[in-house]
């Protein structure tokens, strides 16, 4: 696959090793796209892709996503089943009796069969709907926040795997040029152990390290693979093949640091996943509610018309009926007992669990301040040590083309090594801040804000 174009605010010249063998190995994956790949209804990826592409196609159908989104969809479904209990039920009554007739009624017949509709709504249950809707409300108000951070999460996902590519391609152009050295030196000491200036041993030394360096080679580019195809996974195209990546131009632009200790003290009114959880202590706490509402009574308003198979002279006998039902629970035994529990149980569990989000989420805030923090120091390392490596580089070509004793090789091996600890740093630091944007629900934080134009 073609290899990873790399923006940066300073110019860097790729070494000609690197392209040649790089250009050996990858032209067999530059061919056409599979059919299937004209033939799907989604069409290709972009070509080249950055950030911001990878970032717009976050598909909101994949699996980890809809998951949360079936989640959403059911507590809806239970709200709308719980506010459903109000409506009017309508039923047809049918029953076929045989019985023994009285005495005293002149009919005869042992037939009294009957039929009948019947129109029931609930006027009142004294707060016990109400209590379970509040509840289903909050369940809903949960897991639409638990779909929210789904979708987040998968974002970072997206960011992660699309750094991994990039990381790749670095490693693979370092491993080549690595590779290319070490064959050069091979083909050197070759000669002069003909002329009998170096030993074998040390012909054997060269060529064993060559070997070596072409296999961690090899697995590089089957890396590059790799993470190709599983930020295609990560986007839901399968069958999309990713091809040239674009890196964002380094260094990243990130926001300030707040301080720990304001982050911690506004985490708990922040914090989506926080939020959520005190959604289910909320819901836990109306079922609560509901649970002990069940002993209060229930008004009915009923209406009934039917059909007898038997005559009785129309004194008993009403072809239609309306009224009020109150029905009034006057013993269940230790089901009432046995529901309540179970509630406040629940209850107990919700609280425990909001208890425990806060530990964690207030140590993954203070593990990723400090990470933040240390990754800061770590690119000023990085950035001395591209600096670094440029001017050794000028002074190994200087003395290369005086001809002179020069590891140009080394030089350029040592410089790809320094590219890729650079971005390593920078991509780091990006879904450090990322992490802590979602952590703390400051969108500021976020590097790849989603409003914000392609890198």
């Not at 994956?29 to 892709?49: H, K, W």
């Not at 290319?180 to 000491?189: C, G, I, P, Q, W």
């Not at 079922?287 to 009915?300: G, I, N």
Request: aromatic share 6%.
């Amino acid at each position: 696959m073609p290899p990873m174009h790399f923006r940066s605010s300073r110019a860097r010249r790729g070494p000609l090793g690197c392209l040649l063998l790089a250009g050996l190995i990858l032209w067999p994956l530059a061919g056409p796209a599979s059919a299937q790949d004209s033939t799907s209804e989604l069409g290709p990826l972009p070509n080249p892709m950055r950030v911001g592409d990878a970032l717009e196609r976050v598909d909101a159908l994949h699996p980890t996503v809809r998951r949360a989104r079936a989640e959403r969809e059911q507590a809806r479904a239970a709200l709308e089943a719980t506010r459903a209990e109000r409506d009017v039920t309508v039923n047809a009554r049918l029953e076929a009796r045989w019985i023994e007739p009285n005495d005293l009624v002149a009919d005869r017949s042992r037939d009294d069969s009957r039929a009948s509709i019947v129109a029931r709504k609930l006027l009142s249950d004294f707060g016990q709907s109400h209590a379970r809707e509040s509840a289903s409300e909050q369940r809903l108000e949960a897991a639409l926040r638990q779909e929210e951070l789904a979708h987040a999460r998968h974002r970072i996902h997206v960011l992660e795997r699309y750094f991994d590519v990039l990381l790749a391609d670095l490693a693979f152009a370092r491993d080549t040029e690595a590779m290319a050295a070490a064959y050069v030196s091979k083909e050197r000491a070759e000669e002069r152990n003909q002329r009998g200036q170096v030993s074998d041993i040390e012909v054997f030394r060269l060529e064993s390290e060559y070997q070596t360096l072409r296999v961690q080679r090899t697995r590089a580019l089957q890396n590059q693979e790799r993470t190709r195809a599983a930020l295609a996974e990560a986007l839901n195209r399968p069958d999309r093949r990713v091809r040239t990546v674009l890196a964002p131009a380094l260094p990243l632009e990130l926001p300030e640091l707040p301080g720990l200790d304001a982050l911690i003290a506004e985490l708990d009114n922040t914090s989506p996943r926080l939020m959520a959880e005190r959604r289910h202590v909320e819901a836990a706490t109306r079922e609560v509610a509901a649970s002990r509402a069940q002993r209060r009574p229930r008004l009915y308003a009923e209406a009934e018309s039917g059909w007898w198979s038997r005559d009785l002279g129309g004194s008993d006998r009403n072809p239609f009926a309306a009224g009020l039902v109150l029905e009034i629970p006057l013993y269940e035994g230790r089901r009432q007992d046995g529901r309540v529990g179970q509630a406040v149980a629940a209850r107990h569990r919700a609280e425990a669990e909001l208890g425990q989000a806060r530990i964690e989420a207030r140590n993954r805030l203070r593990e990723l301040h400090d990470e933040i923090r240390a990754l800061r120091i770590q690119r000023d390392e990085a950035t001395w040590r591209m600096d670094y490596r440029e001017l050794y580089i000028d002074r190994a070509r200087y003395l290369y083309d005086i001809e002179d004793q020069a590891d140009l090789g080394d030089s350029m091996v040592q410089q790809s090594a320094a590219a890729h600890f650079n971005a390593s740093t920078e991509f780091q630091l990006a879904l450090a801040y990322e992490r802590l944007a979602l952590l703390t629900g400051r969108d500021e934080l976020s590097p790849f804000r989603a409003n914000d134009e392609n890198p």
